[in-house]
T-cell receptor, first 114, second 111 residues
Framework: DGGITQSPKYLFRKEGQNVTLSCEQN?????MYWYRQDPGQGLRLIYY???????QKGDIAEGYSVSREKKESFPLTVTSAQKNPTAFYLC?????????????FGDGTRLSIL | GQQVMQIPQYQHVQEGEDFTTYCNSS?????IQWYKQRPGGHPVFLIQ?????EVKKQKRLTFQFGEAKKNSSLHITATQTTDVGTYFC???????????FGKGTKLTVNP
C-alpha cells in the first residue's frame, strides 16, 4: 500500500528539548512538505523540499529544522527555540510541479509541551 | 504576502440543507485545489481547478473557479452527516512553488 507514514502519533516535549518527527513516503514523490495546524488557523507551511539534499523555508520556519538525505524521508526537528510548539504537524508529498499537483498527507503528529 | 481568504469559518446546517464555502485571493491564481479533513483526520485532496470559469462536479459537490481566477467556491447539495469536516481551499500562484491554504470552513450537520 502506497502512502505517507508519520510517527509518532503523539509526542510530548519537555522545556529546552529538541524533538524529531518522522515522515516517510513510498509514493516515489519528489516533493515533501511540513505543515503546522492550529485550531482556526488552517495549514501553515514550515519547510518544503523538491529534491534530495535541498529544502526551502516556508512561512513559519523559525524554531524548526529539516533534512532530506533520502527521497523517501523528510524528518522535522522542533527545536527548543520554538517557544509555542503545541500543534498538529502534518507531512505531505506530491509529484513536483510547483503547486500544481495534489498533495497527499500523513495522519499527523500531535505535539504537546509537558 | 499571498493570502487566500476563506469564508465562513463555521457553518451549521440541518441534514438536507445546502452548504457553500467561498475562497478569495487578491491576486490571480494559477490553480486552486480543495481538500476535506474529517474530524481527527488529515486533509484529503478532492479536486483541482485550473481554467477560468471552470465548473466541476462530484456527485453532490460542485466546484467553481471564477472568471478572473481570483475566487472559487464549493457547494454541497442536500448535505448528509457524512459531509461533516473542515473544507480547505489551497491556491497556487504563478512563479511560486507552494500552495497557500485558506483557514478552512468547518461544517457540522445536524441529523
Amino acid at each position: 500500500d502506497g502512502g505517507i507514514t508519520q510517527s509518532p502519533k503523539y509526542l510530548f516535549r519537555k522545556e529546552g528539548q529538541n524533538v524529531t518527527l518522522s515522515c516517510e513516503q513510498n509514493l516515489n514523490h519528489d516533493a515533501m512538505y511540513w505543515y503546522r495546524q492550529d485550531p482556526g488557523q488552517g495549514l501553515r507551511l514550515i519547510y518544503y523540499s523538491q529534491i534530495v539534499n535541498d529544502f526551502q523555508k516556508g512561512d513559519i520556519a523559525e524554531g524548526y529544522s529539516v533534512s532530506r538525505e533520502k527521497k523517501e524521508s523528510f524528518p522535522l526537528t522542533v527545536t527548543s527555540a520554538q517557544k509555542n510548539p503545541t500543534a498538529f504537524y502534518l507531512c505531505a508529498s506530491s509529484m513536483w510541479e510547483g503547486g500544481k499537483q495534489p498533495q497527499h498527507f500523513g495522519d499527523g503528529t500531535r505535539l504537546s509541551i509537558l | 504576502g499571498q493570502q487566500v481568504m476563506q469564508i465562513p469559518q463555521y457553518q451549521h446546517v440541518q441534514e438536507g440543507e445546502d452548504f457553500t464555502t467561498y475562497c478569495n485571493s487578491s491576486t490571480t491564481l494559477s490553480n486552486i485545489q480543495w481538500y476535506k479533513q474529517r474530524p481527527g483526520g488529515h486533509p484529503v485532496f478532492l479536486i483541482q481547478l485550473v481554467k477560468s470559469g471552470e465548473v466541476k462536479k462530484q456527485k453532490r459537490l460542485t466546484f467553481q473557479f471564477g472568471e478572473a481566477k481570483k475566487n472559487s467556491s464549493l457547494h454541497i447539495t442536500a448535505t448528509q452527516t457524512t459531509d461533516v469536516g473542515t473544507y480547505f481551499c489551497a491556491g497556487a500562484y504563478s512563479g511560486s512553488e507552494k500552495l497557500v491554504f485558506g483557514k478552512g470552513t468547518k461544517l457540522t450537520v445536524n441529523p
